[in-house]
């Protein structure tokens, strides 16, 4: 069987959830990401039983998560976290966290994957026009929403099997104008897609792993909601 990572995921509503049903249905064993602030909830909500319904698979049975790691794709390893993060109450409670200590972690714990899925995305301004952002809030949105792929692949490529794939998820307001996503989102989107066609090139050259963005439909996820979307 083959064995999956997917970075975002912290409810059952987005399509880190269903991405992981799906995978989970065709007999992929399941490791999942989830953002430091949000781990405390999603573990929760597991472990009550919460997530059971939602769980539910055609076949009947209950997909199964084998781990959950904490995750903030916006730092890559120790030294890049300050001191005012490191010391936040919920990111304090957990560690190992940054992208390379999660591969760090998976290898250690599972050896290689098959599967690495980026179902990640934030733009702190993203209710602002482009006219109005900051040069932080665009800087932010591309570092977690763009730059997180890279860091991903980066560090899981060297665990992932030959004839593995990575996805990530897009949005079309990259190429046309979509009022109201703002923020620096449809220029971290259009980074997103350029990025996918060259990481396509270089991990598919040296290591024949396939790298992909799906540009998706309109999901009532947590992140849409926040956005009035
Ligand atoms: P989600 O809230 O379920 O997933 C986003 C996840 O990212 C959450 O679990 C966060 O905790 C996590 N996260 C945020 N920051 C970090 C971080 N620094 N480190 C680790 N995790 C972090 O929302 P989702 O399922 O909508 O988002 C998943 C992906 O789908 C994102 O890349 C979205 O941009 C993308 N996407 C979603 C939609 C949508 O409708 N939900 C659309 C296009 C792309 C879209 O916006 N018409 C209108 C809108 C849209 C499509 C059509």
Redesign the pocket.
């Known amino acids: 069987g083959k064995r999956a990572f997917i970075?975002?995921?912290?409810?059952d509503?987005?399509?880190?959830?269903?991405i992981a049903k799906s995978l989970a249905a065709a007999g992929a064993e399941i490791l999942v990401?989830?953002?430091?602030?949000?781990l405390n909830i999603f573990e929760t909500n597991l472990r009550r039983g919460k997530l059971d319904e939602s769980r539910k698979l055609p076949n009947g049975s209950l997909m199964e998560i084998t781990k959950v790691y904490p995750?903030?794709?916006?730092?890559d390893n120790l030294e890049d976290v300050p001191e005012d993060v490191k010391s936040n109450k919920r990111y304090a409670g957990s560690t190992k966290w940054t992208v390379q200590e999660v591969a760090e972690c998976v290898k250690e714990d599972f050896g290689s994957i098959d599967i690495l899925v980026?179902?990640?995305?934030?733009g702190p301004e993203v209710a602002k026009p482009l006219l109005e952002t900051s040069r932080k809030g665009y800087l932010a949105a591309i570092?977690?929403?763009s730059y997180?792929y890279i860091s991903l692949l980066k560090h899981f490529i060297p665990i992932m099997n030959p004839g593995g794939a990575a996805i990530?998820?897009?949005?079309?307001?990259s190429e046309r104008i979509?009022p109201g996503?703002g923020g620096g989102?449809s220029s971290a989107?259009a980074a997103?897609e350029s990025d996918t066609r060259v990481l396509a090139y270089e991990a598919g050259r040296s290591k024949k792993i396939r790298v992909n963005t799906i540009?998706?439909?309109?999901?009532?996820?947590?992140?849409?909601k926040?956005?009035g979307?």
């Open positions: 970075a975002g995921i912290a409810d509503n987005g399509y880190g959830w269903a990401g989830t953002w430091v602030p949000a995750l903030d794709a916006v730092f980026h179902s990640l995305a934030n570092s977690a929403s997180s990530s998820l897009t949005y079309i307001a979509i996503y989102m989107k997103l540009s998706a439909g309109p999901l009532g996820s947590r992140a849409a926040s956005i979307f």
